[in-house]
């Protein structure tokens, strides 16, 4: 959000990931601008490793202006035949600048069944009406023989 606010541009979350776990994701071609930001050049859906212009992947989380429903209308279907949000954000990248925000914590896949674990876990700790009981029932289980 303060990316966006600053910059008054779309910006796009990308985690860096291993190279052949990237096919499973939104893949983006960036010019290196600082740490934490990047100005893309391109992005491609679930590139094959080998073709992956990196390894940073679409998490999922964008801040985009109101362009994108422009794009998305001139869109065509792409992979499986579905109109692919990483396809019309390629033609904003022709248009305009597009910029992406790069972090390494605090992101869980629930597509794997560990992860989804881990964040409900997190989430029932952060609550206040059930942290502290939740807490004191993983300290029992984990005490288990």
């Not at 080998?50 to 209308?73: H, K, Q």
């Not at 954000?89 to 560990?114: S, Y």
Request: negative net charge; aromatic residues 8%.
């Amino acid at each position: 959000m303060d990316s966006h606010q600053k910059l008054n541009q779309s910006v796009v979350a990308f985690k860096r990931v291993p190279q052949e776990d990237i096919a499973a994701y939104g893949c983006a071609d960036v010019e290196q601008t600082d740490e934490d930001l990047v100005k893309l050049k391109g992005i491609v859906e679930k590139p094959a490793p080998a073709d992956a212009p990196s390894n940073l992947a679409v998490m999922g989380r964008y801040v985009l202006t109101a362009d994108v429903f422009d794009a998305i209308e001139r869109t065509p279907p792409g992979k499986g035949g579905e109109i692919q949000l990483t396809d019309a954000l390629a033609l904003m990248i022709n248009e305009q600048e597009v910029w992406g925000w790069v972090f390494d914590k605090g992101r869980f896949d629930i597509g794997k069944k560990i992860d989804f674990l881990k964040a409900t876990v997190e989430l029932a700790l952060e609550r206040e009406d059930l942290g502290e009981e939740f807490r004191m029932f993983l300290r029992e289980v984990l005490d288990r023989p």
